[in-house]
């Protein structure tokens, strides 16, 4: 519960309220981690298409040593924070908070008045209740995983798993994803997907498509997953990776009449709750923009503008880019490719740019960019595939934020 350095810059004092280690999910058990842990596979992804260049090698990932350089890495950045803090004169407020009344939190013990609270208490893994829960592992488990198992089944095809599912297949590991819809990643261009799933089959990594598990059970040899379509499965290791949920519970919202549902806190165009000087930011939020750390941060900073006054309309997000870290990459901004394809408004056009010049696309196929242009040739949107993309997708943003046209770029 907090709100960010512009509002210490506008001389308000600030307290931040964490019952866990300081800067969240993120920093701690996502992004930062992922980001340490997927590095070298990319290097060795780029490194493998220079087969046809004369280029080979053998270089393998030690995961056992990659685990303990993360885990002497990621814990540093708490504290880099935590100091951080203290030089903006931020009180950092350590135990479990809950509102009180619309002025009061209590932490703890303690109780602490604000003109302003801010819930961003973000998003834990879904579980699914099902027999045999007790032996699902989550996404803060596979990130701590000292040892890679032999033999890992996931549950969901979303990014979480399609990220996690990459990594541990070029370690050599036998790797089973189980989906109850019949593709993945349902969210992105359905082709770029085809791509991705047909590499990642090609490395072992069999897909299960159509499924519902509905239980996992140990056995002498380690545990085997069933489906209520008939599918089993003999294991290692499951990873429950069917979602996210938010942290509405135990907040005291229920008592001040703070509307909530499975998707989240209900705000307005302010980012205020039901309740006007109690805002919500990040994850927490009942929205259908993408949830991550550059969206929090946007809200954060709109937030703080507004209690300081300097912001008094409603938020206006601009395109936000995401990317999905399987190889090759896939990103996406703006209006989607269903979207452009929908409506006459917009015109697609696709580029196989992977197929030309090859030298400068690290002799990637099937590097692809899909955009859609709107009547004044602005760029709306965006869709790439390639292991590029990344770096990609944050150009083509800025141009359509920006309302950058063909003429201007030229």
């Not at 030089?87 to 619309?102: E, H, N, R, S, T």
């Not at 545990?223 to 290692?236: F, K, P, S, W």
């Not at 069917?242 to 001040?256: A, C, F, K, S, Y």
Request: glycine share 8%; hydrophobic share 40%; aromatic share 8%.
């Amino acid at each position: 519960m907090a709100c960010g350095s512009d509002i210490v810059s506008g001389r308000k004092k600030v307290a931040i309220v964490e019952k866990d280690i300081t800067a969240g999910t993120c920093t701690n058990y996502g992004c930062s981690a992922k980001f340490l842990l997927d590095s070298p596979f990319e290097f060795i992804d780029s490194l493998s298409r220079y087969d046809k260049a004369g280029i080979t090698g053998n270089t393998k990932v030690n995961w056992q040593e990659l685990m303990a350089y993360k885990k002497s890495e990621i814990p540093t950045y708490a504290s880099l924070m935590e100091g951080m803090f203290a030089q903006m004169q931020i009180d950092l407020l350590k135990g479990y908070g809950k509102l009180v009344d619309a002025h009061t939190v209590s932490v703890d013990d303690d109780r602490i008045s604000a003109d302003y609270i801010v819930l961003g208490t973000g998003q834990r893994p879904a579980r699914l209740q099902i027999k045999g829960q007790k032996f699902l592992h989550d996404s803060c488990d596979f990130l701590d995983l000292d040892k890679m198992p032999k033999h890992i089944t996931f549950i969901g095809a979303g990014i979480i798993s399609m990220e996690f599912a990459t990594m541990s297949a070029k370690l050599g590991s036998e790797v089973h994803i189980i989906e109850y819809a019949d593709r993945a990643l349902v969210a992105y261009q359905e082709n770029y997907i085809d791509s991705v799933v047909a590499k990642m089959t090609a490395e072992g990594v069999y897909f299960h498509f159509k499924q519902a598990v509905q239980a996992v059970e140990e056995t002498t040899a380690g545990l085997r997953v069933t489906t209520a379509q008939g599918l089993e499965l003999e294991t290692d290791y499951v990873l429950d990776v069917t979602g996210r949920i938010p942290n509405v519970e135990n907040l005291g919202p229920d008592e001040l009449g703070i509307a909530y549902n499975r998707s989240g806190i209900v705000v307005n165009e302010y980012l205020q709750t039901s309740v006007p000087n109690i805002f919500a930011s990040g994850d927490v939020i009942d929205k259908n923009i993408p949830c991550l750390t550059s969206t929090a941060s946007f809200e954060s900073d709109y937030i703080a503008a507004y209690i300081l006054g300097v912001n008094q309309e409603a938020i206006q997000y601009p395109a936000i880019p995401n990317l999905v870290y399987t190889f090759p990459r896939i990103a996406q901004v703006g209006v989607s490719v269903v979207e452009g394809r929908e409506n006459d408004a917009y015109r697609i056009v696709e580029i196989p740019f992977g197929q030309q010049l090859k030298f400068q696309t690290k002799l990637e196929d099937e590097a692809h960019v899909t955009l859609i242009v709107n009547q004044n040739k602005e760029l709306v949107g965006a869709s790439l595939l390639g292991n590029e993309a990344g770096e990609m997708i944050n150009l083509l943003t800025l141009m359509i934020n920006q309302k950058v046209t063909a003429n201007d770029l030229s």
